[in-house]
């Protein structure tokens, strides 16, 4: 009888170790087995050989699956992720399989020899990127939007394929897999696989299997999950978009993409590139420091020579501008109804959902909340109802005041269906079609990308979901309805979130393909962030934005922790959050401690929300902290915000 040591990956196991089970041959670490937990059968991963437990019989593995085994630079992985990321064991493993095997597993087709076709050839800045881009390790490509980063990105993938190594691609949103998938699979085909969580599981499950059996390099494209594919030999990792947020896993093992990527790189020795045309300032800061290149791009790549981009500002103060839509000045619909004329799309960009954000009573006041959260109800007039986009309560509109009675209810700050329903009776003759979060499955955009690319649709209206990394052609206009809806968050990343959003957005249009505009409507006209974000000033905006970092002690300049304890009152979480900052007080030293206070979404569920902020220069003082953590706690390390 042999005995074996085994991850097992399942979230129900909350352990730390990996548990022992026997088997009738000896296994090799990283073999996946199927294993007996409590009641159930669960997936697992062999970390090694073990000896015969003293005060148990140990339960015998369950099935051994004809299946190779995982490469040990993902082992090694998940060793280091344990150490840095505090999470259950059972967790963390989980991140590395598939909820199950596949029932039928497709049989691997024989790849052709790699023959890449003619590609178009690199503009200046796209060949010293990748002269720059050579030796393993980490390089931020901070490339303006339009400039052909996906072009640099395909020639690194063509080299480390030559050199017989796989790449990953990663993507910040599912709905981008398809216009990458589409650009690698024309040079790649059949190597190209694409691998995300908007897959089935059997779908998911038969991607896994296919990169783990393929001894052959292959291009793996996904979003953040598709970091953790079981390649043997790893030679490049891309972060595309790697500024945005999607990359922060907001549950257990709350780890960032950028930050594992780094690591696995390690592990293989491999390229790393991050790639934006906003990279995040830490990892700008953190390149710097560590003396890693960063390479810029601004040269347009494609299209016509020479064209224009004219952005224009609108005061939103200015009433005089919005004669004819409360929402849509006179510039933008001149503007809107040009690009109609001229057979081109128009993007009106709004980081809001619903149809109108507040509903409340002009008579006595009274306004629509969350009965579980407090939070104000969106009204969306597509289903007539009001929803808390935090818990998904609902509610049928109102039709007078539930407190006075008074028919006075009124509908203020608007959404994305309110700019969608606006476009559609100003210009009936349009196509008119929305993309967020709210859409269906088969509305979101990554269903029409292709439509929306070819010219079938006129007005494109959305939120973020538009602004990462879209390429359309035929855009000639973007209307960002208001500017400043993220400007104010009372948060350390507000200004680089802001900056972040609208240079993206401002990016779907100036990148070569026709000349296009710009119409910016916001309540700060002369605002410094504004400028340079229009003239695209980012070592003004960086300076500006590391020098606050520095000064108020925000990352990269510490780590930070989110601690947050919920209660049936608001005084009970009080009291809890106050007797705990006391116990660190005494029990952890080198850490600062901001807080207690309400959080932001001070109602979550009928249960009443405190945080604590804690800060240290030295990582392991907040996983102490972490150790310390009374049940009915829940904590974000290295959080994206501290709201």
Not at 125 to 132: F, N, P, R, T
Not at 258 to 268: E, M, S
Request: contains cysteine.
């Amino acid at each position: 009888m042999h005995y074996v040591e085994v991850l097992v990956g399942d979230a129900t196991y909350h352990g730390g170790e990996a548990l022992t089970y026997s088997a009738e041959t000896p296994l090799p670490a990283g073999q996946i087995v199927v294993v007996p937990l409590r009641n159930k059968r669960v997936l697992g991963v062999v970390a090694g050989p073990g000896t015969k437990p003293a005060r148990f019989a140990a339960k015998p593995v369950a099935e051994v699956p004809p299946l190779p085994a995982l490469p040990a630079q993902l082992l090694a992985l998940l060793a280091w992720m344990q150490g840095y990321y505090p999470a259950p064991l059972g967790i963390i493993t989980q991140l590395l399989l598939p909820k199950a095997l596949p029932k039928k597993p497709e049989a691997l087709a024989t790849l052709p020899p790699l023959s890449p076709p003619a590609l178009p050839p690199f503009t200046q800045d796209q060949e010293q990127a990748l002269q720059a881009i050579r030796e393993p390790g980490l390089h931020i490509l901070h490339g303006e939007t339009g400039t052909g980063k996906t072009r640099v990105y395909i020639e690194l993938a063509q080299r480390a394929l030559q050199s017989g190594k796989s790449a990953i691609i990663l993507t910040p949103e599912i709905g981008l897999t398809s216009q990458l998938a589409r650009d690698f699979g024309q040079v790649f085909g059949q190597r190209v696989v694409v691998a995300h969580s908007g897959l089935t599981d059997a779908q998911r499950a038969r991607a896994w299997q296919k990169i783990l059996e393929r001894q052959e390099p292959i291009v793996v494209i996904g979003a953040r999950s598709a970091l953790f594919s079981p390649l043997k030999n790893l030679g490049l990792v891309v972060v595309d978009e790697s500024h945005e947020t999607a990359y922060k896993q907001d549950q257990a093992p709350h780890y960032h993409t950028n930050i594992v990527a780094a690591k696995l790189a390690g592990l293989h020795r491999a390229v790393l590139v991050l790639g934006s045309a906003t990279p995040l300032v830490a990892d700008y800061a953190v390149a710097i420091a560590k003396k890693r290149p960063v390479v810029r791009m601004s040269q347009t790549a494609a299209g016509l020579v020479g064209a224009q981009k004219v952005v224009t500002v609108v005061d939103l103060r200015d009433r005089a501008n919005f004669s004819r839509s409360p929402y849509l000045s006179g510039q933008l619909l001149a503007a809107i109804k040009s690009r109609l004329q001229n057979g081109e799309q128009t993007l009106l960009f709004l980081n809001r959902r619903g149809t109108a954000r507040v509903v409340f009573c002009e008579k006595c006041g009274w306004q629509a909340l969350c009965p579980h959260c407090d939070l104000p109800l969106v009204y969306h007039g597509d289903e007539h109802l009001m929803r808390c986009h935090s818990c998904e309560y609902k509610a049928p509109s109102p039709i007078s005041c539930p407190e006075c009675h008074n028919a006075s209810v009124v509908f203020r700050s608007i959404g994305t269906k309110a700019v969608a329903e606006e476009a559609a009776r100003l210009f009936p003759e349009a196509r008119v079609q929305r993309f967020d979060t709210d859409n269906k499955k088969n509305e979101r955009i990554e269903q029409h990308y292709d439509a929306v690319r070819a010219g079938g649709v006129d007005i494109i209206v959305g939120t973020q979901t538009l602004a990462k990394g879209l390429d359309l052609p035929r855009l000639g206009l973007v209307g960002v309805i208001i500017a400043d809806t993220s400007l104010y968050f009372p948060d350390f990343s507000a200004q680089e979130r802001t900056y972040q959003l609208l240079s993206q957005v401002l990016g779907r249009v100036g990148r070569g393909h026709r000349d296009s505009e710009a119409v910016i409507q916001t309540y700060a006209p002369d605002s410094s962030l504004l400028r340079a974000v229009i003239e695209k000033d980012w070592d003004a905006f960086y300076s500006r934005e590391i020098a606050e970092r520095k000064q108020f002690l925000f990352p990269p300049y510490c780590y930070a922790l989110k601690l947050a304890v919920s209660r049936a009152s608001s005084a009970s979480a009080q009291r809890a959050a106050e007797n705990f900052v006391r116990q660190l007080h005494g029990n952890v030293g080198g850490i600062a401690v901001e807080g207690p206070t309400p959080s932001f979404h001070e109602k979550v569920q009928n249960k009443f929300v405190w945080q604590v902020i804690v800060k240290a220069k030295v990582r392991a003082r907040l996983l102490d902290v972490v150790a310390q953590l009374p049940s009915g706690w829940a904590y974000d390390i290295d959080p994206m915000n501290l709201l």
